[in-house]
Nanobody, 122 residues
């Protein structure tokens, strides 16, 4: 069982930046892709970004391209989400997830963290 723990959320003003971190207890075949999802108030959880441990291949939701950057540190088993130019609509709980394919759907990820809250004030 892979454990994922997010950190780095907080309250930030619009226009600011945050870096979210996800610590994975292990890297396995079942978690060869790591992703970030978010769920805003009253909204469904949505895909944000994903990355392959081995190749570093990334995939982003169109809504975050250019502002969000996903990266990983294989040795530390860490995945990061750099968020720049934060907007109030980025307010959400951000979840780290581990899965097999470089997908965008929740069902394609088998392991989930507890989430970290990001609140953007205007």
């Amino acid at each position: 069982q892979v454990q994922l723990v997010e950190s780095g959320g907080g309250l930030v003003q619009a226009g600011g930046s945050l870096r979210l971190s996800c610590a994975a207890s292990d890297r396995t075949f079942s978690t060869r892709t790591m992703g970030w999802f978010r769920q805003g108030p009253g909204k469904e959880r949505e895909f944000v970004a994903a990355i392959r441990w081995t190749t570093g291949t990334t995939n982003y939701a169109d809504s975050v391209k250019g502002r969000f950057t996903i990266s990983r540190d294989n040795a530390k088993k860490m995945v990061y989400l750099q968020i720049n130019s934060l907007k109030p609509e980025d307010t959400a709980v951000y979840y780290c997830a581990g899965g097999g394919i470089l997908g965008t759907r929740e069902y394609e990820f088998d392991y989930w963290g507890q989430g970290t809250q990001v609140t953007v004030s205007s």
